[in-house]
């Protein structure tokens, strides 16, 4: 069975780091574009970073450029998100997504195939 399992979340102060890793079992990820997303309360989900299968190409939301860096770790098969400077608007339930038919990245979460559960990540002094 296809799936996609988070990790990593917790909390942490502002300033602070964290990685999170999504894990893929029942596929392989290395030529599928992987996306991180995150939803506050209230709020819409919307893309953070991704990475294309196709090419070494990765996107960043201008919110987290410099802060975020999306990586692959094909073996053991796991897509990680290094956020680093967190700041108090980062706060929100972070998931990861796969896009399996083109291989490269999109801004429309319907293209995205599977999707993990999510994890918390909160942002606190």
């Known amino acids: 069975q296809e799936q996609l399992v988070e990790s990593g979340g917790g909390l942490v102060q502002p300033g602070g780091s964290l990685r999170l890793s999504c894990a893929a079992s029942g596929f392989t990820l290395d030529t599928y574009a992987i996306g991180w997303f995150r939803q506050a309360p209230g709020k819409e989900r919307d893309m953070v970073s991704c990475s294309n299968g196709v090419d070494d190409r990765t996107y960043s939301a201008d919110s987290v450029k410099g802060r975020f860096t999306i990586s692959r770790d094909n073996t053991p098969n796991t897509v990680h998100l290094q956020m680093s400077s967190l700041k108090p608007e980062d706060p929100a339930v972070y998931y990861c997504?796969?896009?399996?038919?083109?291989?490269?990245?999109?801004?429309?979460?319907?293209?995205?195939?599977?999707w993990g559960q999510g994890t918390q990540v909160t942002v606190s002094s």
């Open positions: 997504a796969t896009e399996l038919d083109f291989g490269r990245c999109t801004y429309t979460q319907s293209d995205y195939d599977y």
